[in-house]
Every structure is written in C-alpha cells, then in structure tokens.
C-alpha cells in the first residue's frame, strides 16, 4: 500500500465548476499535508498545506484535512481552463515529504 | 527573493558515466531535498541535507550520493548511470530546522532534465 494515494484521473470539469482532488494517507504520524500543482513539463509549484482538522482557503481554493479519516482533499472553485494540470498531495514522513502520483485536472472551456 | 535554481537544465549521457548536478536554494533556507520524477514512479525522496548533514536518505542505491556545502548549495552525484536514471531530478528548499518539514513549506527548483543513452 501506498502511504499516499491519489486517484490519477483525469478528472474532467467544465469551465466555472469546482474540481474536488482528493488523497487518502496511511501514515498516522502525518501532521502536515502540501498540495502542489504541476503543469507538464515544468517543476510542483505549492498551492498550499494544511496542518489542523477543518478547512483552510486560499482565494479559489480549499483545502480540507481529517485526520480521523485520513484523508486530505482540495476543492478549486471557479475552476479556469488555466487550472489543467496534474495536482499532487504530500504528506511528511520523518525528514522527507512523501507525494501521491498525482491526480490529473483537465478543465473544459 | 529568488526561487531555486538547478544546473544544468539538461543534460545527455551514456551508460556506465557519472553526473553530478547542482542546486541552490532560496536565500535563508537550509534544508535542501532532492527528488528523482519519473512517469511511472512519480515523485521518489531520494535525500535531504541540513546543515551539511544528511538527516535523510531514500531507497536508492548507493550509486546516488549528494552533499551540502556550508553556503546550503547541493550537488548530487550519480555514478555508474543506467538507463534507468533517465529522469527528471528536482531539488526543494525549505527553512528546515527542528521541525522538519512540519509547517515549513518546500519549494521546488526547475529541475535537471537528465537522459541516459
């Protein structure tokens, strides 16, 4: 099993709708998760991360935590054709963040 | 403030060379991370520095090395190249510390496109 894991996609939305990205981790130690985009061809870019339970927002963007659960979830909102890329998740492991494979955005004019 | 940089951008080699790339991180970092991205493997933790100690290594071979200098410029070296190390190798910066890598955000270099033949 994979400590983190995302769904590869692609998961396909029209222009102005929210794309909801999820990751589900296994490792309880875990305390803070980064999401990062990543346009092909080109290095991760942060979005943003989230240490706590609940939401956090960044403009377009929410990210969700729940520990309980294990899983980590980002909603773009007013989702742009620009936003099409692969999105990664990434939790800490001791010293070293470990990513998921990504999940692949593609946004529909 | 400027990001991360990584040179070379590109570079070709052959079976059996070695290669050594270099990264500098955003000013005031000190944790320097490097990962190797590769299609079907994604992204793998292959080491991170801190002040010039490596707190961290990943499964991979002994053929992959890395140091850090006092300035908190990385280089990291493979030798022996096999096909297989055709990636694309990235390099983070975070502030580091204590901490880890909890709330303190990593910020990737361009990377260095490297291709074995």
């Known amino acids: 099993q994979k400590e983190v894991e995302q769904n590869s996609g692609p998961l396909s939305v029209p222009e102005g709708a929210i794309a909801s990205l999820n990751c589900t981790y296994s490792d309880r130690g875990s305390q803070s998760f980064f999401w990062y985009r990543q346009y092909s061809g080109k290095s991760p870019e942060l979005i943003m991360f989230i240490y706590s339970n609940g939401d956090k927002e960044d403009g377009r963007f929410t990210a969700q935590l729940n520990k309980a659960s294990q899983y980590v979830s980002l909603l773009i909102r007013d989702s742009q054709p620009s936003d099409s890329a692969t999105y990664l998740c990434a939790g800490t492991g001791f010293q070293k963040l470990v990513f998921g494979t990504g999940t692949r955005l593609l946004v529909s004019p | 403030k400027a990001g991360v940089t990584q040179t070379p951008r590109y570079l070709i080699k052959t079976r059996g060379q070695q290669v050594t790339l270099s990264c500098s991180p955003i000013s005031g970092h000190r944790s320097v991370s490097w990962y190797q991205q590769t299609p079907g493997q994604g992204l793998q933790f292959l080491f991170e520095?801190?002040?010039?100690?490596?707190?961290n290594k990943g499964n991979f071979p002994g053929r992959f090395s890395g140091r850090q200098f006092s300035n908190s410029r990385s280089e990291m070296n493979v030798s022996t190249l096999e096909l297989g190390d055709s990636a694309l190798y990235l390099c983070?910066?975070?502030?580091?510390?204590?901490?880890?890598?909890?709330?303190?955000?990593?910020?990737f270099g361009p990377g260095t496109r490297l291709t074995v033949l």
């Open positions: 520095y801190f002040s010039e100690t490596q707190r």
């Open positions: 983070a910066s975070s502030l580091g510390g204590t901490g880890g890598f909890v709330n303190n955000e990593q910020f």
